[in-house]
Nanobody, 126 residues
């Protein structure tokens, strides 16, 4: 049974930082591309970042480029999202997702991911 568990969310002031973690079980983590998505109340789920199965390739949404960094530790079955210079508009429920097509290119659309976590809330106050 595949399980993805996010952690590290919380309340932070604008300009602050948080680091999210996503720990996977029930799959061979190093074979999966991984992604981060977020969903704010009343809005669609949107792509934030993705990282290749080796960690050698990353891709970011324009809204977070230069502020967020995705990384992974395959030995720990864990992916990270370092979020700096946070803005109130970053407030959302953040999800991690796994793409089993690790031989293909990185995906940026939610429907292309196979497994999802339950999410961790990030709230940025102004």
């Amino acid at each position: 049974q595949v399980q993805l568990v996010e952690s590290g969310g919380g309340l932070v002031q604008a300009g602050g930082s948080l680091r999210l973690s996503c720990t996977a079980s029930g799959l061979t983590f190093s074979l999966y591309h991984m992604g981060w998505f977020r969903q704010a109340p009343g809005k669609d789920r949107e792509f934030v970042a993705a990282i290749s199965r080796s960690g050698g390739e990353t891709y970011y949404a324009d809204s977070v480029k230069g502020r967020f960094t995705s990384s992974r530790d395959n030995a720990k079955n864990t992916m990270y999202l370092q979020m700096n210079s946070l803005k109130p508009e970053d407030t959302a429920l953040y999800y991690c997702a796994a793409d089993r097509a690790g031989w293909a290119s990185i995906k940026t659309h939610a429907h292309e991911y196979d497994y999802w976590g339950q999410g961790t809330q990030v709230t940025v106050s102004s």
